[in-house]
């Protein structure tokens, strides 16, 4: 399974499990199994860099059981095949929603004028209410 140019995920360490589907759907419900689960140990793994992994883990820890497998599964359609291409879809958008790094944030400092300028804002602020008060408050 292709996800990008630098990670490809061998089918081996894919494995698969269908399920009855829950839901309406009447007697296709009852005698077909076209809910897709995947299973894929993400510890094991060789195709992801270890930054990536460390990554996946951290965003996606809650889907990964004590077996150290993420645990994906598909039941909207009632065709196997199509769960299949969606259960892939979903596990190459969490990737790829990882392999970059986030950006690191630097604190920055206001600049002299943009202190000025709040200085400024509020002392007008402070003279227009200072003029909505009564004469002979003070």
């Known amino acids: 399974m292709k ?56 965003l996606y820890g809650n889907r990964v059981n004590d077996k150290g497998e993420v645990v994906i599964s598909c039941q909207t359609s009632r065709d196997q095949a199509k769960n299949i291409d969606e259960v892939r879809q979903r596990l190459t958008v969490m990737i790829t929603g990882v392999l970059k790094a986030p950006k690191v944030r630097r604190a920055t400092k206001p600049s002299y004028s943009s202190k000025l300028k709040r200085l400024e804002g509020k002392k007008t602020n402070s003279a227009k209410k200072q003029n909505r008060r009564a004469p002979g408050m003070e």
Not at 3 to 22: C, G, H, K, T, Y
Not at 29 to 37: F, H, M, R
Not at 48 to 55: C, E, M
């Open 3 to 58: 996800i990008s140019a630098r990670i490809e995920i061998p089918d081996d360490e894919l494995q698969w499990s269908f399920a009855r589907s829950s839901g309406p759907g009447g007697q296709n419900v009852n005698k077909v199994n076209s809910k897709a689960i995947l299973h894929w140990n993400i510890q094991t793994s060789t195709a992801l860099p270890d930054d990536v992994r460390a990554r996946f883990l951290a």
